[in-house]
């Protein structure tokens, strides 16, 4: 049996064990298990000096201390009150206009995200604060749901972005760059959702507008969040301006919002356990999921199916941007069956080697990887709202209570038309990502 078929029944294997509902850091265990089995002819040996040695220097690298960091940042957010201070502020600017709460859903959606970095948490924390105020302005089941699940996305899409340094350690990029190169991605996303919720709201003309704030009104919403722009400010500015590293900058922000969540949002000792728990049992479940990546990987380098696929591609003669389509039309189909942080574990390895050996647009090879990263990212973004398996619908259709799904999945597609446009917008001009890191 060649390696290459040896690779394609691994991720055969891996992808039934998907489908059966099985954790994805067990399937990719078993998945690379099953390799080093096959080719090994049964010996374990293997197996198990790898397994020794791939969960040492995965839990030993530095780079990845960021990442409780900055769930820990996102669950003071939470667990704070921090989400209602950013709706409010955001009402209080837009709250007026013509499907003004649902803009200041989407706003205050990126604003948390600002600080999260996860979009289930994002979804599940906005919409305990949305969703009452867009029912009780006559906002439907329908609109209402898909507007929060929508916004929810921009969590991962708004810098900080926990699959983002997944991919900077997967691909060896800089998560300074990254985090910079979606942040015009991010506001064309705001403001492409903006715009489908307003043709929304046109067509719903029961919902209500809000009555519009005084400045001072404004100036005490701006004061009160105030705190939470600064924290984003040294975070993402302490990174690229090297004035701080990813995991100095994050200790920073952690810290920062968990002063702000005690001083404005009046947390207790509850809501600091919860955090804490809520942070080991995130982060024990991401490096998981990476300690069986590493496995399947190394399977997969064993049986050389990564480098023979970039390989035959390389040299099949398809266009560039033929298998660059292709590649993201795999990505809309897993997100039918595959989370977002699965996705990018199981697929860059592949993938990545592919886009690394083609020619696009001329560009050089640092900024063909975070092209392609932001592009990965943005995919990934659609699986998260994507039925049947969208997490975010599920999140906020529960947190609803009285919408049937198949309502908030009628609802969402409009969104989703909104993302293939950005999706397309940033293929034809990948300067939409590269932009700004020329300054």
């Not at 060649?2 to 998945?31: D, E």
């Not at 499907?99 to 979009?119: E, P, W």
């Not at 400010?233 to 002063?259: D, K, M, R």
């Not at 496995?295 to 970039?310: C, H, I, K, R, V």
Request: proline share 4%; charged share 10%; glycine share 12%.
């Amino acid at each position: 049996m060649s390696g290459l078929v040896l690779g394609l029944i691994a991720l055969g294997i891996t992808t039934g064990l998907l489908l059966l509902r099985v954790h994805i850091g067990v399937t990719m265990l078993i998945g690379g298990a099953a390799c080093f089995w096959a080719l090994n002819d049964g010996d374990l040996s293997s197996l198990m000096f790898t397994l020794n040695s791939l969960a040492y220097s995965r839990l030993s690298n530095y780079d990845l201390a960021v990442i409780p960091l900055f769930v820990m940042m996102g669950q003071f957010a939470t667990h704070g009150g921090l989400s209602r201070a950013i709706f409010r502020c955001a009402a209080a600017f837009i709250g007026h206009w013509k499907g003004g709460m649902g803009l200041s859903a989407i706003g205050a959606c990126a604003g948390f995200g600002a600080i999260c970095g996860s979009s289930l948490a994002t979804a599940a924390t906005m919409s305990h604060v949305a969703l009452p105020e867009l029912r009780r302005h006559n906002y439907s089941g329908r609109l209402a749901t898909a507007t929060v699940a929508a916004g929810g996305t921009l969590g991962i899409l708004i810098p900080p972005s926990v699959p983002l340094i997944i991919y900077a350690v997967l691909t060896q990029e800089s998560i300074a760059k990254l985090f910079v190169a979606a942040i015009v991605p991010g506001v064309v996303a705001i403001i492409g959702y903006m715009i489908v919720l307003r043709i929304m709201v046109a067509r719903e003309s029961q919902a209500t507008v809000s009555v519009k704030a005084t400045p001072l009104e404004r100036a005490k919403a701006l004061i009160s969040v105030s705190p939470v722009i600064g924290v984003f400010l040294v975070v993402i500015v302490g990174i690229y301006g090297g004035w701080a590293n990813p995991t100095e900058a994050a200790s920073i922000g952690a810290a920062a919002c968990g002063i702000l969540a005690v001083w404005q949002g009046g947390m207790r000792w509850s809501g600091f356990r919860a955090s804490m728990l809520g942070t080991a049992e995130t982060t024990a479940m991401i490096f998981l999921v990476l300690l069986g990546a590493d496995l399947l990987n190394s399977g997969l380098a064993l049986t050389q199916m990564p480098g023979e696929l970039a390989a035959w591609v390389i040299g099949s003669g398809l266009a560039p941007m033929l298998v660059l389509l292709i590649i993201l039309g795999l990505y809309l189909l897993l997100g039918c069956v595959m989370d977002s942080l699965a996705m990018i574990l199981l697929t860059i390895p592949i993938f990545y080697p592919m886009i690394m050996g083609l020619d696009f647009f001329g560009m050089s090879e640092t900024d063909k990887s975070i092209w392609f990263g932001i592009l990965a990212l943005m995919v990934v973004e659609i699986g998260l709202i994507h039925p049947p398996l969208g997490m975010n619908l599920f999140i906020v259709q529960r947190s609803a209570g009285d919408v049937p799904y198949g309502e908030t999945a009628k609802g969402i597609v409009p969104f989703l038309c909104s993302d293939l446009i950005r999706i397309a917008l940033l293929v034809a001009f990948p300067g939409l990502s590269l932009w700004l890191l020329a300054f």
